[in-house]
């Protein structure tokens, strides 16, 4: 039986900042679709941005379609984050359950990938993924009559 206590900590670390992080994503995408549906926020943006004239009205529209562009890819990063929670957790249930370790890891590098190339919990997924996929169950012992047996002599 391996030992998979660090797995198991990395695992839990990671699905906690990625549900925190989840949980923030979340509520600025609940706060930029209020602010984006009404009316109201585009004439303010649009008066503010065209009021000093530097911007032309082209480039107003241009900003505010950027701010809809913004609002989408906030619902992709939630969506990419939850997908990430979910084969955290299914990878800490491999890993709690010692059914399928190798799996566990696989699912582990890929909720990296989804939580971010980079971040801190993709960092903890990919450690906890590749401890799953090298760490190997210890050698069992030779029996004693064998090492007994030896044939340089013969």
């Known amino acids: 039986m391996i030992n998979r206590t660090a ?7 990671a699905a906690i900042f990625t549900g925190i992080g989840l949980a923030g994503s979340v509520l600025v995408a609940l706060f930029m679709s ?3 549906s009404e009316p109201g926020f585009q004439d303010e943006m649009r008066g503010v941005l ?13 900003m505010i379609s950027m ?13 990419a984050a939850f997908i990430s929670l979910v084969l955290n957790i299914f990878g800490t249930i491999k ?15 890929v909720a990296g990938l989804f939580g971010g190339i980079i971040s801190l919990t993709s960092i903890l997924l990919y450690i ?8 190997k169950p210890p050698l ?3 029996p004693e009559h064998a090492a007994a ?6």
């Open 7 to 13: 797995e198991r900590a990395l695992s839990i670390t």
């Open 34 to 36: 209020a602010a984006v």
């Open 50 to 62: 065209s009021g000093d004239g530097t911007f032309t009205p082209s480039e107003v529209d241009v």
């Open 67 to 79: 701010v809809d562009s913004f609002y989408v890819l906030i619902w992709i990063a939630v969506i």
């Open 95 to 109: 890993i709690w359950n010692s059914s399928n370790p190798k799996a566990a890891g696989i699912l582990f590098i």
């Open 128 to 135: 906890a993924g590749i401890l799953c996929l090298t760490k």
């Open 140 to 142: 069992a012992p030779e």
């Open 149 to 154: 047996e030896t044939t340089w002599m013969s």
